[in-house]
């Protein structure tokens, strides 16, 4: 089966940036389309982040201007630049990829981000 590795979280201060990454092991579908879930304690798990196979992009309002997702189809991994984080973006952020988002085939186990001062 499919997995999808995380790396790239971490310690950042207010204003500071982090990049994560998400390998998948093997091919994953061409079709699919690669994403990025957070959850905080107590919160739902929401999608703040996803591209297409065609390589168009899509954001939450929250995080919309401050975060880039982008692909490389060559190496199987989605990245996830965070720039001007902000204490709310505290979650634990993870990778998905599938058909629909709303519904990913597979997930990642999970990245820490935590932003504080």
């Known amino acids: 089966q499919v997995q999808l590795v995380e790396s790239g979280g971490g310690l950042v201060q207010p204003g500071g940036s982090l990049r994560l990454s998400c390998v998948a092991s093997g091919n994953i579908h061409r079709f699919y389309s690669m994403g990025w879930y957070r959850q905080a304690p107590g919160k739902q798990r929401d999608l703040v982040a996803q591209?297409?196979?065609?390589?168009?992009?899509s954001y939450a309002d929250s995080v919309r201007g401050r975060f880039t997702i982008s692909r490389d189809m060559t190496k199987n991994t989605a990245y996830l630049q965070m720039n001007s984080l902000k204490p709310e973006d505290t979650a634990v952020y993870y990778c998905a990829a599938g058909f629909r988002l709303s519904d990913p085939n597979y997930w990642g186990q999970g990245t820490q981000v935590t932003v504080s001062s």
């Open positions: 591209i297409a196979p065609g390589g168009s992009a």
